[in-house]
């Protein structure tokens, strides 16, 4: 199993353009969510899906797309990148059983200029 | 709603020093509580979990009791290595609440030798 794998591992964008973060899971988890890390803030949730068609807001939705297609894959879509993106952003997936402890990507280095 | 407090770093200790992280929380239900560790440039990883009052998670040398009385998910090592050095987060999820992980701000934990 290679667990929950993320790409690209690191990305520079210039304001205004658009990107797709890419995530993926093999464990065939139901629940999938997006995070983004930032010095002094820890981990905020971005978006979450429960299921292939269903996706949510969480904490911190603003500027970002997401959809599921399928069970296996999560991307995250930056519309028009801001530097206020600039962050480390996470993917992870849980069965959505008890007690839903969940599993990490790598992570995904985005700086914004 | 859901939040974890979680001592400041960062914590700088001499190897085979007593480790100890403090963790509170305010929950609106039952939650189950996790530990989660972050070495330098990687992704987070589950380091211990409990899910009810009075369990105590363990893995690697680090324990935690889950206190329903006190709100509280301590982590401690009795004797910490060069390679425990990594930010460490407190985090907990309630059931029914569609799987969101509320996390503590991390605290960073430098060992030295």
């Known amino acids: 199993n290679a667990g929950v794998t993320q790409t690209p591992k690191f990305q520079v964008l210039k304001t205004g353009q658009s990107m797709t973060l890419q995530c993926a899971q093999d464990m065939n988890h139901e629940y999938m969510s997006w995070y983004r890390q930032d010095p002094g803030m820890g981990l905020r949730l971005i978006h979450y899906s429960v299921g292939a068609g269903i996706t949510d807001q969480g904490e911190v939705p603003n500027g970002y797309n997401v959809s599921r297609s399928t069970t296996e894959d999560f991307p995250l879509r930056l519309l028009s990148a801001a530097p206020s993106q600039t962050s480390v952003y996470f993917c992870a997936s849980s069965s959505g059983t008890g007690p839903y402890e969940q599993y990490f990507g790598p992570g995904t280095r985005l700086t914004v200029t | 709603g859901n939040s974890v407090t979680q001592m400041e770093g960062p914590v700088t200790l001499s190897e085979e020093a007593f480790l100890t992280i403090n963790c509170t929380y305010t929950?609106?239900?039952?939650?189950?509580l996790f530990w989660y560790v972050q070495y330098p440039g990687e992704g987070l990883q589950l380091l211990l979990k409990a899910t009810k009052a009075d369990d105590k998670g363990s893995n690697k040398g680090f324990e935690a009791t889950y206190r329903k009385e006190t709100t509280s998910f301590h982590l401690e090592k009795g004797s910490v290595q060069v390679s425990d050095s990594a930010v460490y987060f407190c985090?907990?999820?309630?059931?029914?609440?569609?799987?969101?992980?509320?996390f503590g701000k991390g605290t960073l934990l430098t060992v030295n030798p």
């Open positions: 985090a907990l999820i309630v059931g029914g609440s569609n799987y969101k992980l509320t």
């Open positions: 929950a609106t239900g039952y939650p189950s």
